[in-house]
């Protein structure tokens, strides 16, 4: 039998191209939206979930189950962004960013385990970021958000071990989505004391998206971790350095890493 596999934000971006590839692979594939009804069209069908919602996770679960009798693989991939000052950034936005980003997974994750349990067997590969490794300038907020789930995720596989339940990370760098039209923007405000670094910033950031990579690498990773019989803990996805730069991060002092990052965002 097909392996049914599960992503969460599987309407666009990263989890459309993930949830395509797979399709073409042979896989039964559902996606999830908080407005499935836009995507009838869809090459793979799309439920209603919101991460946030936790009655809606458990309803579009048992909805997979009954239709394909199993789940043996979840994608964690619904995610949202957030940018600015820290100081600057409302507290509502900040609790938002963690439920859909940290909260929102472990949600979903505690909804599927019962069913991968009972067969013995699955895979949850969480969907995080490069940015998880490190505190970036006005990213610092989703930074920890991504950074909570890598770490979560190292406890988490450990405990699921006995149940023959696999579990990883998977951290995409920059790829060319529409990740930033989506995600939450502090406004550069006009008396700001960050107006001019955050400005310049806010300026690269929209650059880096824009110059992404193809999500097609994300889901061809993706699907050589499904192929795999012993995931590793951390994968990265991502240009080279980007990637490297989490190395310099572990061998570089922590001054001299910090100095790196502010010339690489001008500040």
Do not use: C, W
């Not at 042979?26 to 407005?35: A, H, K, P, Q």
């Not at 100081?87 to 859909?100: H, L, M, R, Y």
């Not at 824009?210 to 995931?231: F, H, Q, R, V």
């Amino acid at each position: 039998m097909s392996k049914v596999v599960l992503i969460t934000g599987g309407s666009s971006g990263i989890g459309k191209s993930v949830g395509e590839f797979l399709s073409d692979k042979g896989f039964v594939v559902y996606g999830t939206s908080r407005s499935p009804e836009k995507y009838v069209t869809s090459k793979f069908p799309i439920v209603g979930l919101d991460v946030t919602k936790p009655e809606t996770i458990v309803t579009a679960i048992n909805q997979v189950v009954e239709k394909s009798g199993k789940i043996d693989v979840l994608i964690n991939n619904a995610g949202v962004g957030i940018t600015g000052p820290i100081e600057e950034i409302p507290e509502a936005e900040i609790k938002n960013n963690f439920e859909t980003n940290f909260f929102g997974p472990i949600n979903v994750i505690k909804a599927v385990l019962p069913y991968m349990r009972e067969q013995q067997s699955g895979l949850i590969i969480n969907v995080t970021s490069i940015a998880g490794y490190m505190g970036l300038p006005y990213r610092g907020i989703y930074s920890a958000s991504k950074g909570a789930l890598e770490l979560v995720t190292e406890a988490f596989r450990m405990e699921l071990k006995p149940f023959n339940i696999q579990m990883t990370n998977i951290a995409p760098g920059d790829f060319a989505t529409n990740i930033a039209s989506g995600r939450y923007h502090a406004p550069v405000l006009a008396g700001s004391p960050y107006k001019e670094t955050y400005g310049k910033s806010l300026k690269l950031m929209n650059e880096h998206v824009d110059a992404g990579k193809d999500p097609l690498e994300m889901a061809k990773a993706i699907l050589a971790i499904i192929n795999t019989s012993k995931p590793k803990v951390h994968y990265k996805v991502g240009e080279f350095m980007q990637k490297f730069s989490i190395v310099l991060k572990r061998i570089l002092p922590d001054t001299v890493y910090e100095k790196m990052l502010m010339n690489h965002y001008k500040l």
